[in-house]
């Protein structure tokens, strides 16, 4: 059974940093690509960041780059997103999702998601 578990979340300040986790079970992120989703309430869910599975490319959505760095432990199972200079537009549920690749942002291309966690950017 393939599990993704989201932690890390909660209230941060602008400008501040945060980082998310993303634990796997039943896959392992040598072998499927991880990506970062985020929906803020009355939005369409985004892309945030992917990280291949073998060679590790990363990618990330414009509004990100530069701030968020994702990461992964193969070791652990567990793929990480440092999350630096946010701004209250980053509050959103973040998802982590599985699919073979990174090969798309549409959603409907990752088959297993985790549950989602609160990031609230705010002073």
């Known amino acids: 059974q393939v599990q993704l578990v989201e932690s890390g979340g909660g209230l941060v300040r602008p400008g501040g940093s945060l980082t998310l986790s993303c634990e796997t079970s039943?896959?392992?992120?040598?072998?499927?690509?991880i990506g970062w989703f985020r929906q803020a309430p009355g939005k369409e869910r985004e892309g945030v960041s992917c990280?291949?599975?073998?060679?590790?490319?990363?990618y990330y959505k414009a509004f990100v780059k530069g701030r968020f760095t994702i990461s992964k432990d193969n070791a652990k199972n567990t793929v990480h997103l440092q999350m630096n200079s946010v701004q209250p537009e980053d509050t959103a549920v973040y998802y982590c999702?599985?699919?073979?690749?990174?090969?798309?942002?549409?959603?409907?291309?990752?088959?297993?998601w985790g549950q989602g966690i609160q990031v609230t950017v705010s002073s």
């Open positions: 039943g896959i392992t992120s040598d072998y499927y690509g």
């Open positions: 990280i291949e599975p073998r060679d590790g490319n990363k």
């Open positions: 999702a599985s699919a073979d690749d990174c090969g798309s942002w549409s959603p409907v291309y990752y088959d297993h």
